[in-house]
């Protein structure tokens, strides 16, 4: 993605011209004090909630009988 980097100094007072220019362009906002960066603006990007399901799918360890004692493996996973 392309970036874009601006001291603070020149951040301050275009505020709005640069979130439009994040929104409009999609480019990447780093924002520098000291030559060094201190904030990133990122352009949003709408989450996909099927993909992120589809993802997570067969992650869940499901225990028929919750109440009773865990495994040393499977508590050692769990920790995690």
């Known amino acids: 993605m392309p970036q ?3 001291s603070k100094s020149q951040f301050k007072p275009k505020a709005l011209e ?13 924002i520098t004090h000291n030559k060094k960066p201190i904030a990133k603006i990122i352009p949003y990007e709408e989450e996909n909630d099927e ?3 589809k993802q997570l799918r067969g992650t869940v360890t499901y225990y028929k009988n919750p109440t009773q004692p865990v495994g040393v493996e ?7």
Do not use: P
């Not at 640069?18 to 780093?30: A, G, I, N, P, S």
């Not at 499977?74 to 995690?80: F, I, M, N, S």
């Open 4 to 6: 874009i980097t601006v």
């Open 18 to 30: 640069y979130f439009r220019l994040v929104e409009k362009k999609k480019k990447t906002l780093v």
């Open 51 to 53: 993909e992120i399901l």
């Open 74 to 80: 499977d508590w050692e996973v769990l920790k995690k």
